[in-house]
Antibody, heavy 118, light 110 residues
């Protein structure tokens, strides 16, 4: 059974960079679309981006200038960085898996709340 | 880019049927698959319908999905409503290298 687990600081300061890691267990990190999705408190879901085949990435156009997704295959982990943070980046951040480009997200992490403070 | 608009909330009594719409703002709803997720408070979303009308194993057949090209929308129908169906529901689709989620619908079981 595939499991995903987010980790990283729960509180970051405005204008700084958020860094989160998703550890994948129960399966290989190869050949899937490893994805980050976020949800501000009380609001809907927003796709952030994905990494595929360890190097191919795609990002939400609204976040593209501030987001980087990378993978560490040796640790079966992938990571998210979001720079120039503001309070609007406060959200629960989920990592998830897509089996192919247009597929649904079949496995999700439990989510990590990140609060941006001034 | 496009948006997916859902009703903010729907409510119905146990045993009844609710239908949630998901209307695409531009482009064709049938051009890419629509998926549906259920999210209970404090939990991550889980898939209830994928690829327009497919149910993952373990999801009861009370959940069904469809596409209507005439209204450029997708629908999720929950029949025989149970108290455990009370949750937020999101549609999701894809176009031009961008995944888009619907605005979300809160289902209340009266």
């Amino acid at each position: 059974q595939v499991q995903l687990q987010e980790s990283g600081p729960g509180l970051v300061k405005s204008s700084e960079t958020l860094s989160l890691t998703c550890t994948v267990s129960g399966g290989s990190i190869s050949s899937y679309f490893w994805t980050w999705i976020r949800q501000p408190p009380g609001k809907g879901l927003e796709w952030i981006g994905y990494i595929y085949n360890s190097w191919s990435t795609s990002y939400n156009p609204s976040l593209k200038s501030r987001v980087t997704i990378s993978v560490d295959t040796s640790k079966n982990q992938f990571s998210l960085k979001v720079s120039s943070l503001t309070a609007a980046d406060t959200a629960v951040y989920y990592c998830a898996r897509g089996q192919w480009l247009r597929s649904h997200f079949d496995y999700w992490g439990q989510g990590a709340l990140v609060t941006v403070s001034s | 880019n496009f948006m997916l608009t859902q009703p903010h909330s729907v409510s119905e009594s146990p045993g009844m049927t609710v239908t949630i719409s998901c209307t695409r703002s531009s482009g064709y709803i049938a051009s890419n698959y629509v998926h549906w997720y259920q999210q209970r408070p404090g939990s991550a979303p889980t898939t209830v319908i994928f690829e327009d009308n497919q149910r993952p194993s373990g999801v009861p057949d009370r959940f069904s999905g469809s596409i209507d090209s005439s209204s450029n929308s997708a629908s999720l129908t929950i029949s025989g409503l149970k108290t455990e169906d009370e949750a937020d529901y999101y549609c999701q689709s894809y176009d031009s290298n961008n995944h888009v989620f619907g605005t979300g619908t809160k289902v209340t079981v009266l």
